[in-house]
T-cell receptor, first 115, second 109 residues
Framework: GAVVSQHPSRVICKSGTSVKIECRSL??????MFWYRQFPKQSLMLMAT?????????EQGVEKDKFLINHASLTLSTLTVTSAHPEDSSFYIC???????????FGPGTRLTVT | GQNIDQPTEMTATEGAIVQINCTYQ??????LFWYQQHAGEAPTFLSY??LDGLEEKGRFSSFLSRSKGYSYLLLKELQMKDSASYLC??????????WGAGTKLIIKP
């Protein structure tokens, strides 16, 4: 099956710093990549959708200047949380999709803790 | 608006059968997914239905009725490791996934 990796799996940072999370599709080229956030005991919340080489489409309420998404290639997307605050502490999950429609393959997630 | 409804929590006994229901209302429809998510982990794919009927895959089966906007996930011969949240998600006309809040399944010995 298709594999999506995320790095790092866990990160602790201080308030005001920036954190970059990488999402890679290891054995396939992803048409589209998605970034989700999940707070404890809640469902996935889509943050943004990105296609390779174009600007990400952000969901309502998600600050694009705070959550920078770069989708530089068909196998790599990055999410940078800028000037992180404790309320940004969450589980961030990326997924990659092949074709429309297509199954989404999820990365293992990144647990971000902002102190 | 677009909406996915599924029960918040269900409890079942090891070795038994459980059915998790999901109803959806979306702008257009291009299929329905079921995912399993263990606590602290990312979701993993279970099934995809786009045509009416039952799709069987080992102990897990998924059913879809497009006319009723209804799906269910059937888990047979329950094992303790099946304790997880089960997420229902519908693909709308823009090929965006609309997620349910998930059903937490608790398996008791």
């Amino acid at each position: 099956g298709a594999v999506v990796s995320q790095h790092p799996s866990r990160v602790i940072c201080k308030s005001g710093t920036s954190v970059k999370i990488e999402c890679r599709s290891l054995d396939f080229q992803a048409t589209t990549m998605f970034w989700y956030r999940q707070f404890p005991k809640q469902s996935l919340m889509l943050m943004a959708t990105s296609n390779e080489g174009s600007k990400a489409t952000y969901e309502q309420g998600v600050e694009k200047d705070k959550f920078l998404i770069n989708h530089a290639s068909l196998t790599l997307s990055t999410l940078t949380v800028t000037s992180a605050h404790p309320e940004d502490s969450s589980f961030y999950i990326c997924s990659a999709r092949v074709g429309d429609p297509g199954e989404q393959y999820f990365g293992p997630g990144t647990r971000l803790t902002v102190t | 608006g677009q909406n996915i409804d599924q029960p918040t929590e269900m409890t079942a006994t090891e070795g038994a059968i459980v059915q998790i229901n999901c109803t959806y209302q979306t702008s257009g429809f291009n299929g329905l997914f079921w995912y399993q998510q263990h606590a602290g982990e990312a979701p993993t794919f279970l099934s995809y239905n786009v045509l009416d009927g039952l799709e069987e895959k080992g102990r897990f089966s998924s059913f879809l009725s497009r006319s009723k906007g209804y799906s269910y996930l059937l888990l047979k011969e329950l094992q303790m490791k099946d304790s997880a949240s089960y997420l229902c998600a519908a693909l709308d006309s823009n090929y965006q996934l609309i997620w349910g809040a998930g059903t937490k399944l608790i398996i008791k010995p």
